[in-house]
């Protein structure tokens, strides 16, 4: 391998467009296999957040020169709880701060508990045009073990009110390789998903995450260990049934109908520049990866409006105590294309060799030849003329696959 420090290095830059996320930490009730950074039982904090939020949107974009924003995600948490007046006058402040484009893909998560007429109405009011809803099953069983607050038939419901009131493009999110589940289960689930033909579907294996009371309850024996065995006879099954359906698979957990790919989530996986904001939000700009300090309350305190404008270094700019990051890392040329690799063979068409060689002046299997060779050999990834791809046994073993194009941090 090439010495990386080496490696021509050219990240795209901020000024040609972002993707925005903005992280509502809010939950009615915490489900016991989560652990983001969400809460429970701190309504009170809303109203001091909302304002704090946009303050920070206020304050980036004076410091960055006020870029276009291509996507717009509200995740968590739960952004469907906010109060519809909140959630307009953050999409206000971010149409004033940023130059929002016209085609911009606006994303909200939603729990089916949280969707009346009244409120989808405002949504797409308030410029909304993207759904990604949290259903995990359509087993009422099984939304009890994962602590849902709403029944499958409110789920389907949801989904159904959100189609009238003009929602066109609706993503639902399930999860499978669950306790107990059987492949029953999990079959009728694809069905009640298929009937009602959502334009995106993601699927999640579970994850058993350390400190979480899930994880208690399977340390204590209350609940088996997921059968990996079984969840990737359900992923195989999903991969089949959904490609019926005329459903694409263009990443690893997700489908979409031609066309509807989640634009946001993809600038995530070709590693293109992104801003987070809220507590706990994760960044890549300027050539750093950053995180805000996580604490809401804290957020609400040391937020302000105070950043200079036109910082020869914005992500300074916005570090604590002046501003919500309190974590920043260099990305070097080391980790930008390991990051490169891991994030962008979890897509279908893979890494292509344009986008990679414009990147980092070198093809795939120049930098990384060892590494290409062994995962070749092992028939994990596949080389075309367009690209560098997992292989359909790949897709099974990606954390190997991604593990391989790791190196030296320091280089």
């Known amino acids: 391998m090439p010495n990386l420090a080496e490696i021509k290095h050219s990240p795209p830059t901020y000024d040609g467009g972002i993707g925005l996320y903005l992280h509502v930490p809010f939950c009615q009730t915490k489900c016991p296999y989560c652990d983001f950074n969400t809460y429970a039982g701190i309504e009170d904090q809303i109203s001091g957040y909302v304002r704090s939020l946009q303050d920070e949107l206020i304050g980036w974009a004076n410091v960055l020169g006020h870029p276009p924003v291509r996507t717009i995600f509200l995740g968590g948490g739960t952004p469907s709880y906010l109060p519809p007046a ?16 016209d085609s911009a893909e606006i994303t909200m998560e ?12 405002s949504w797409l009011a308030s410029g909304v045009n993207r759904i990604s809803m949290g ?4 087993d009422d069983e099984l939304l009890g073990l994962l602590g849902r607050r709403h029944t499958a038939a409110e789920a389907k419901e949801a989904f159904k009110t959100l189609r009238k009131a003009g929602f066109v493009n609706q993503s639902i999110d399930l999860i499978y390789g669950l306790p107990y589940q059987s492949a029953k289960q999990w079959s009728d689930t694809l069905d009640k998903t298929i009937d009602l033909e959502p334009e995106h579907i993601s ?32 992923y195989e099954e999903a991969q089949t049934r959904l490609g019926e359906n005329g459903f694409s698979q263009y990443e690893i957990s997700n489908w979409s109908k031609p066309d509807m790919e989640s634009r946001h989530n993809i600038i995530y996986w070709l590693n293109e520049p992104y801003l987070g904001v809220g507590p706990g939000a994760h960044s ?35 570090t604590s105590p002046a501003g919500p990051v309190e974590m920043v890392d ?20 893979g890494v292509t060799h344009e986008r990679f060689e414009k990147r980092f002046g070198a093809a795939v299997d120049v930098i990384f030849p060892d590494e290409v060779a062994r995962l070749t050999k092992l028939g994990l990834i596949d080389i075309t003329k367009e690209a560098v791809l997992l292989s359909e046994r790949g897709r099974l073993l990606g954390n190997e696959v991604f593990a391989e194009f790791i190196g030296d941090p320091d280089e």
């Open 330 to 349: 260099i990305t070097t040329p080391a980790i930008d294309v390991a990051e490169t690799m891991m994030m962008g063979m979890r897509l279908n068409q």
């Open 284 to 318: 890549w700009l300027a050539g750093q990866r950053f995180a805000n300090l996580r604490s809401p309350r804290r957020y609400t305190t040391i937020v302000g409006t105070d950043y200079e404008n036109g910082a020869a270094d914005p992500v300074s700019a916005m």
């Open 203 to 234: 699927l999640y294996s579970l994850q058993i995450e350390q400190g979480t009371p899930l994880a208690v309850d399977v340390e204590a024996g209350k609940y088996p260990i997921p059968d990996d065995d079984l969840a990737a006879d359900m």
């Open 110 to 121: 939603c729990n089916p508990g949280d969707v009346t007429a009244e409120k989808a109405a």
């Open 135 to 138: 259903v995990q099953s359509f």
């Open 86 to 101: 909140d959630l307009e006058a953050i999409h206000q402040t971010i149409r004033d701060a940023f130059r929002v484009e």
